[in-house]
């Protein structure tokens, strides 16, 4: 099956003493993926870190230096979220972009949840629901069902939705997903998946520590449980660096890098059981031949393939343009014109 949506995602690293050049790197990075011709941008969240910390907002900048591209977060971590809040600033955010926001979302507890829930939830933390429920809230909120009973008082009128309402964007909400029971209820629940180079393996023998088989069992029942069975919407994301026109010092870092990251693909990971998918690093024909071979990628025609953490602007920039490149065309791809 030949790739029918290329897209990239990141993290949007910077500096803590010049935010604001991190920060326009990333919009740089957006920018150049519209004109090499990919279908989508994708950013993460970093909360109390140094990466981006508001994705909405970087996307709302985002949309006004774009024109074509899709936008997405993959993913935003509910647990920090009003779901209310966050359907308005998602509806704000689609209409500037006319229609292209992707909202990617999970659930859990805010990570080190301990650490930060005096600060978070000061006087709710131990009745906050970080499960699904939070998810289907704001599901409800963004496809327009009715929060209040509004009207006009005096001068001013209220609505009974949130406001304002995107009709579209109801269909483009994704779940970013690791396990069945996340893969089930996204499908339940009609909306897209996305899933990562991180997956549960709920399975405790040795049986169960093929990655690529797990994201496949994942991909069809997310499928079996939606209700456009086998035409719902699934992207996945590997950490993928083609090497066609890196430096000699840039492909050794890049080797390096996927080195030190290896030993943690071998079996599965702490008590989540959580297995990572390897990087794959090399030529973009010998890249194509390994993902033509993984079980999981088997199954999708839309990727969205995940830049290393730790890179500098300028092997962005190599990554990227080998993926639109050469990449891309060895999976059957071809890029949107502008």
Known sequence: MALQKLGFLTIGLFD?????????????????????????????????QFGISSPVAV?????QRTSRIELGTAVIPLGWENPLRLAEDLATVDVLSGGRLNPGVSVGPPMHFDRVKQALYPDTADAEDFGYERVRRLLDLVRGVPVTDAGVEGFEVFS???????????????????????????????????????????????????????????????????PDGDKARVSQG????????????????????????????????????????????????????????????????????????????????????????RLGPELGWRPVSM
Do not use: C
Request: aromatic share 8%; net charge negative; glycine share 6%.
């Open 238 to 325: 590997l950490v993928v660096i083609p090497t066609d026109s890196a430096s000699p010092s840039q492909r050794q870092r890049y080797e390096v890098y996927a080195q030190q990251r290896t030993p943690r693909t071998t079996s599965p990971q702490g008590p989540a059981r959580l297995m990572f998918a390897p990087d794959l690093v090399g030529p973009s024909a010998q890249i194509a031949e390994r993902l033509h071979a993984h079980a999981g990628y088997q199954e999708v025609s839309e990727v969205a393939f995940a830049l290393p953490f730790s890179f500098e602007h300028d092997d962005y920039v190599q990554i990227l343009t080998d993926i639109a490149t």
């Open 59 to 63: 996307l709302a900048a985002a949309s």
């Open 16 to 48: 803590e003493a010049d935010p604001r050049r991190g920060h326009e790197s990333t919009l740089e990075v957006i920018q150049l993926g519209e004109r090499l011709g990919f279908d989508s941008a994708w950013v993460r969240h970093r909360h109390l």
């Open 160 to 226: 009974d939705r949130v406001q304002p309402h995107s009709p579209g964007l109801g269909r483009r909400m994704w779940y970013g997903g690791g396990s069945l029971a996340s893969a089930r209820w996204a499908g339940e629940h009609g909306m897209n998946f996305l899933t990562s180079s991180v997956v549960k393996a709920e399975e405790s023998s040795s049986d169960s520590w093929d990655f690529a088989a797990i994201q496949r069992s994942h991909i069809r029942a997310f499928r079996a449980h939606h």
